[in-house]
T-cell receptor, first 112, second 111 residues
């Protein structure tokens, strides 16, 4: 069975600094996708970044990058130059075929 | 372009009453459809997903059910709500193995 783990319930970061949100996963299927979503207080789910299990390069999308370490089964999200608007819940997710599971989330607070 | 509609935005229901939440997708065909539930301050729990009309995969045994009567319509139902059914319900769709696109959610309070 698939499992996604986010061990940081909450994180604080100073504005303009970088922050890493941790995510580990477990699956026996060699083909899978890893995703990060942001959920502001409004409740909407905003897609941030995607990494495929066969991708050789780490994914990047603007200030977001995904540190994919396949052997360690980790897919950490790195946010560079944090902004106040980055304060939100962040969810890591893994997709195996049509099954998409989410971690428990990390609440990020950016301090001015 | 594709859009997803989920309603209502908020719902307050007494214990033991029925439930019907509807989700529709426009601008695509044969999408994968999903229902998730999120308890306050917690992660998303996968409830059901569907890869086609009449095809429903249930992930959590409970008093909820899902149906897909049309290609782009996904309905979450209950015959008798429990207090523990309270939460934020999110519908989502995807094309194949692509990312999920989420609806705006329904905040359900069972009293």
């Amino acid at each position: 069975a698939q499992k996604i783990t986010q061990t940081q319930p909450g994180m604080f970061v100073q504005e303009k600094e970088a922050v890493t949100l941790d995510c580990t996963y477990d699956t026996s299927d060699p083909s899978y996708g890893l995703f990060w979503y942001k959920q502001p207080s409004s409740g909407e789910m905003i897609f941030l970044i995607y990494q495929g299990s066969y991708d050789q390069q780490n994914a990047t999308e603007g200030r977001y990058s995904l540190n994919f370490q396949k052997a360690r089964k980790s897919a950490n999200l790195v946010i560079s130059a944090s902004q106040l608007g980055d304060s939100a819940m962040y969810f890591c997710a893994m997709r195996v075929h049509n099954d998409m599971r989410f971690g428990a989330g990390t609440r990020l607070t950016v301090k001015p | 372009s594709q859009t997803i509609h989920q309603w209502p935005a908020t719902l307050v229901q007494p214990v033991g009453s029925p439930l019907s939440l509807e989700c529709t997708v426009e601008g695509t065909s044969n999408p994968n459809l999903y229902w998730y539930r999120q308890a306050a301050g917690r992660g998303l729990q996968l409830l059901f997903y569907s890869v086609g009309i009449g095809q429903i995969s249930s992930e959590v045994p409970q008093n909820l059910s899902a149906s897909r009567p049309q290609d782009r319509q996904f309905i979450l139902s209950s015959k008798k709500l429990l207090l523990s059914d309270s939460g934020f319900y999110l519908c989502a769709w995807s094309e194949g193995s692509e990312k999920l696109f989420f609806g705006s959610g329904t905040q359900l309070s069972v009293l």
